[in-house]
Nanobody, 115 residues
Framework: QVQLVESGGGLVQPGGSLRLSCAAS????????FCWYRQAPGKERELVAG???????NYGDSVKGRFTISRDNAKNTVYLQMNSLKPEDTAVYYC?????????WGQGTQVTVSS
């Protein structure tokens, strides 16, 4: 059974940091690329960051220089380190795994940036 389980979300003050984790199971982790998406209320889902099977990375313009995506193939886990958080980063963050035409999604984790 395929599972992507996100964790690490929560409430943080502006300027703070959080690290999201996405634990994967039920498929060959090392064969998949991964992305983090987010969706704020009333807005479309947007790409935050992506990482390929060989570690190539890309980021959305709004998070460049603040967020870092990484993966640990030994732990079947993908991470999103989020620094210098802003109120506009508030959203539900989703983990996505992709290979060819196959995609899997997690259930999401809420991140709220507020004082």
């Amino acid at each position: 059974q395929v599972q992507l389980v996100e964790s690490g979300g929560g409430l943080v003050q502006p300027g703070g940091s959080l690290r999201l984790s996405c634990a994967a199971s039920g498929f060959i982790f090392s064969s998949y690329g991964f992305c983090w998406y987010r969706q704020a209320p009333g807005k479309e889902r947007e790409l935050v960051a992506g990482i390929t099977t060989v570690g190539g990375r890309n980021y959305g313009d709004s998070v460049k220089g603040r967020f870092t995506i990484s993966r640990d193939n030994a732990k079947n886990t993908v991470y999103l380190q989020m620094n210098s958080l802003k109120p506009e980063d508030t959203a539900v963050y989703y983990c996505n795994a992709f290979w060819m035409f196959t995609q899997y999604w997690g259930q999401g984790t809420q991140v709220t940036v507020s004082s």
